[in-house]
Nanobody
Framework: QAPLVESGGGLLQTGGSLRLSCTASGGSFDPYRVGWFRQAPGKERQFVGSITWTGGATYYDHSEKVRFTISRDIAKNTVYLQLNNLKPEDTAVYYC??????????????????WGQGTQVTVSS
């Protein structure tokens, strides 16, 4: 499977919005599920949400689903994470991950097969 590359991170003020992209480059891309995680300094990697590739079914951590939205563009081999009304506590490295076949416990990092390198989101007060 092609490597995953995240983009779209940056520095912005409280209340701002960003759209992160996760693109599979250099090959075919047909995962079962693509997810987003984030990791702040000194904290464990946290599940943000996921989307199934074929059906487009989304699943969010309930604390984030009001502000965050996941979508995909199959033709572009890309999954998006829309981050709205950002707060300083959203500051983290955001990672995308792909699950090649269905597996349980996808809200945790361990079952995921492929990972991007992450993109930094920094929200100032």
């Amino acid at each position: 499977q092609a490597p995953l590359v995240e983009s779209g991170g940056g520095l912005l003020q409280t209340g701002g919005s960003l759209r992160l992209s996760c693109t599979a480059s250099g090959g075919s891309f047909d995962p079962y599920r693509v997810g987003w995680f984030r990791q702040a300094p000194g904290k464990e990697r946290q599940f943000v949400g996921s989307i199934t590739w074929t059906g487009g079914a989304t699943y969010y951590d309930h604390s984030e689903k009001v502000r965050f939205t996941i979508s995909r563009d199959i033709a572009k081999n890309t999954v998006y994470l829309q981050l709205n009304n950002l707060k300083p506590e959203d500051t983290a490295v955001y990672y995308c991950a792909a699950m090649r076949a269905d597996a349980g416990n996808f809200q945790f990092p361990s079952p995921w097969d492929d990972w991007g390198q992450g993109t930094q989101v920094t929200v100032s007060s």
